[in-house]
């Protein structure tokens, strides 16, 4: 079973429909991390979280440590939005600079 | 200057070839890692340098040889590769700052990566 999982894993919707995409882990973790990636290759990190609730734009992030869980919502989608959106985990460790653990991804389409 | 750079952009090779995949940063990080991500499929750590030093190094095999020669570059050396190595090779740097109880707090900024064709 995969550490970090994704749902959906495709997601398409009209352009000003409010759009979640859920993400659930199974270890211990310092921080969670929300990424997109465009077609081409380049990854932005969107959010970093380790608690609570972060907002930028028309992007709000959540996070709820005992249950392992996040969100990533986009309030009124719009065609530039469609990416993959990937969530990442660095797993709790005695310390040092670990790479992330990725989820699979949600691919998200915004119709005009 | 808050980007990290990777050149080549692109790089088609041969099995017989010796390449390198060249990262930057000017942010200070003291963090960098290199990534493997093949089609429709997440990154995969491949290796970890922190303070200049191999930190991690996820069982890759030694056809991929990383080099970090200073804080600011980082290096994977390519050679004998094998066509299913063919994918996007991402390099990413962080700070290194410690969260409150000891924990590692740090925000990853990736490259554009290098697409890797092996024929």
């Known amino acids: 079973k995969n550490e970090v999982e994704q749902s959906p894993q495709n997601l398409t919707a009209q352009e000003g429909e409010f759009i979640t995409i859920n993400c659930s882990y199974s270890?211990?973790?310092?921080?969670l991390h929300w990424l997109q990636q465009h077609p081409g290759g380049g990854i932005v990190s969107l959010f970093m979280?380790?608690?609570g609730k972060k907002k930028h734009g028309r992007l709000i992030a959540t996070i709820n440590i005992q249950e392992k869980h996040s969100s990533l919502h986009i309030t009124a989608s719009h065609p530039r939005d469609s990416a993959v959106y990937i969530c990442?985990?660095?797993?709790?460790?005695?310390?040092?600079?670990?790479?992330?653990?990725f989820g699979k991804g949600t691919h998200l389409i915004i119709q005009p | 200057d808050t980007e990290v750079t990777q050149t080549p952009k692109h790089l088609v090779m041969g099995m017989t070839n010796k390449k390198s995949l060249k990262c930057e940063q000017h942010?200070?990080?003291?963090?960098m890692y290199w990534y493997k991500q093949k089609a429709k499929k997440p990154p995969e750590l491949m290796f970890v340098y922190s303070y200049e030093k191999l930190s991690i190094n996820e069982s890759v095999p030694s056809r991929f040889s990383p080099e970090c020669p200073n804080s600011s570059l980082l290096n994977l050396h390519l050679h004998a590769l094998q066509p299913e190595d063919s994918a996007l090779y991402l390099c990413?740097?962080?700070?290194?700052?410690?969260?409150?109880?000891?924990?590692?707090?740090?925000?990853?900024?990736f490259g554009p990566g290098t697409r890797l064709t092996v024929l």
């Open positions: 942010m200070g990080h003291r963090a």
């Open positions: 990442a985990v660095r797993p709790l460790s005695g310390g040092g600079a670990d790479g992330l653990t």
């Open positions: 990413a740097s962080s700070p290194w700052d410690r969260g409150l109880r000891g924990r590692a707090n740090n925000e990853q900024f």
């Open positions: 270890v211990g973790i310092s921080a």
């Open positions: 979280l380790s608690s």
